[in-house]
C-alpha cells in the first residue's frame, strides 16, 4: 500500500493593521482599494504611527475617511503592543 500524500498546510496572509487614535485597524482588504496606491502599506509597520499622516493626507476629507475607517474591522491597540512607544 502506498504512503499517503499529506496535504500541505497553506499559512493564511499575515493581516495589515494601521495604528490610528489609539486602534488598530484592518486595511488587508483596503490595500488594493486605496486611491492613494500602496502607500498605505508604509504604514502598516509594527511600530509605527498612522495618526499624523492620515490627518495631514486627508485634512480636506476627514469626515469621510473617518466614515470609511468605521467600516474596517478594529481592534484597541493592546499594551504588550507598544502604543506609547510608536513612532510620531
Not at 499517503?4 to 490595500?31: H, N, S
Not at 504604514?43 to 493626507?57: G, K, N, S, V
Request: with cysteine.
Amino acid at each position: 500500500m502506498a504512503p499517503r500524500a499529506v496535504e500541505p498546510t497553506l499559512t493564511p496572509p499575515k493581516r495589515k493593521e494601521i495604528f490610528y487614535e489609539g486602534y488598530l485597524y484592518d486595511v488587508t482588504d483596503w490595500i488594493p482599494k486605496h486611491p492613494g496606491g500602496r502607500v498605505i502599506e508604509y504604514y502598516t509597520d509594527e511600530r509605527e504611527d498612522a495618526t499624523i499622516p492620515i490627518q495631514q493626507f486627508h485634512h480636506r476629507s476627514i469626515k469621510q475617511i473617518l466614515a470609511r475607517m468605521k467600516t474596517l474591522p478594529k481592534r484597541p491597540c493592546p499594551p504588550e503592543a507598544g502604543n506609547t512607544q510608536l513612532m510620531h
